[in-house]
């Protein structure tokens, strides 16, 4: 279903890898041998902190980070996905490939926090699921977990 090209990317970059993954960034507006821009270095180092908080793959998956939303626009054109949704990220399973829109990490729309986008397609790839609902309720869970995390109790408790 997904016929995202990796050679729509002109520009890929490995900049660090949470556990055995690769993590790129990618750009269609960038030349060979240009440095990534800070914007998009911002986006790969907060997607490899978030991703190390979640649950992950623990080899394997390569997540690119597009960006630029015009380098976005063109990928998600490229897999059919202009269905006039708002997208973030994609996740294609069967290639273990994540795509992140870089801008929206660091940029983050009202109530689409960057803690949820990333939890979100982990959930994707850690459920193996495509079903929205269920990736989505997982995320919301493991960011409340995260932002609440259950303390400890010393004393006797009732569990
Ligand atoms: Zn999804």
């Not at 949470?18 to 986006?43: D, H, M, R, T, W």
């Not at 202009?82 to 990220?89: E, F």
């Not at 609902?133 to 995260?146: G, M, P």
Request: with cysteine.
């Amino acid at each position: 279903m997904l016929r995202f090209s990796t050679a729509l990317l002109l520009f890929m970059c490995s900049l660090s890898a949470v556990a055995q993954n690769e993590i790129s960034a990618s750009s269609l507006f960038l030349k060979p041998g240009e440095p990534v821009p800070q914007e998009c270095q911002q986006a790969a180092q907060l997607f490899a902190h978030l991703a190390a908080i979640y649950p992950h793959p623990k080899s394997g998956w390569h997540f690119v980070i597009v960006c630029d939303d015009n380098s976005w626009d063109a990928v998600m054109q490229k897999m059919g996905l202009v269905d006039g949704l708002t997208h973030y990220g994609e996740t294609e399973i069967d290639r273990r490939i994540t795509l992140f829109r870089g801008r929206k990490l660091i940029h983050p729309d009202t109530g689409v926090s960057p803690e949820f986008i990333v939890a979100h397609e982990l959930a994707h790839i850690m459920l193996h699921s495509r079903n929205e609902q269920i990736v989505d309720l997982t995320a919301r869970k493991w960011v409340e977990n995260f932002r609440n995390p259950i303390v400890q109790s010393k004393g006797p408790s009732n569990y």
